[in-house]
């Protein structure tokens, strides 16, 4: 097996934007669109490490899907100022609002996960693939 690479807060980042474990890089911690794995098959981290963990990624998944709707608005109007088509505008807006949280939903699980391990790295208690745990360090004392 080859040895995993280093953690750095880009790499985890960007695994979670892939949708894939934020500690090893594997693809298998969904199974299909909305359903997460307890637990990567390949390094066994866990995807939520704490109780109620999935609340961050719906408060990123609704905070990103509203900044995407209100750019859709204002640059509609913007575009089509002075006279703004309102259906056509309507009709962005709700199909915006309906479908990007849904696309997005799994993105936010994984990069919650991401941001979770980049703040706190993985420890023994975690029971993952001693490899992707990072070198111990012995202070004085």
């Given at each position: 097996?080859?040895?995993p690479?280093p953690l750095?807060?880009?790499r985890?980042?960007?695994?979670?934007?892939?949708?894939?474990?934020?500690?090893?890089?594997?693809?298998?911690?969904?199974?299909?669109?909305?359903?997460?794995?307890e637990?990567c098959p390949?390094?066994n981290y866990?995807?939520t490490?704490?109780?109620?963990?999935?609340i961050g990624?719906l408060?990123?998944n609704?905070i990103v899907s509203?900044?995407?709707?209100l750019g859709?608005?204002?640059?509609?109007f913007a575009v089509?100022?002075?006279?703004p088509?309102?259906?056509?505008?309507l009709v962005a807006a709700?199909?915006?609002?309906?479908l990007?949280?849904?696309f997005?939903f799994?993105?936010?699980?994984?990069?919650?996960?991401?941001i979770?391990?980049?703040m706190?790295?993985?420890d023994p208690?975690?029971?993952v693939?001693?490899?992707?745990l990072?070198?111990?360090?012995h202070?004085?004392?």
């Amino acid at each position: 097996m080859e040895e995993p690479q280093p953690l750095t807060t880009s790499r985890v980042v960007r695994r979670g934007l892939l949708r894939r474990c934020p500690l090893c890089g594997s693809r298998g911690i969904f199974e299909g669109w909305f359903q997460q794995v307890e637990r990567c098959p390949r390094c066994n981290y866990p995807t939520t490490r704490v109780e109620d963990q999935w609340i961050g990624s719906l408060g990123m998944n609704i905070i990103v899907s509203f900044t995407l709707l209100l750019g859709v608005i204002a640059v509609g109007f913007a575009v089509t100022y002075p006279d703004p088509p309102v259906g056509v505008l309507l009709v962005a807006a709700v199909s915006v609002a309906a479908l990007f949280p849904v696309f997005f939903f799994p993105i936010s699980r994984s990069l919650w996960s991401a941001i979770d391990l980049a703040m706190r790295p993985p420890d023994p208690d975690d029971d993952v693939d001693p490899r992707y745990l990072p070198p111990t360090r012995h202070g004085p004392g």
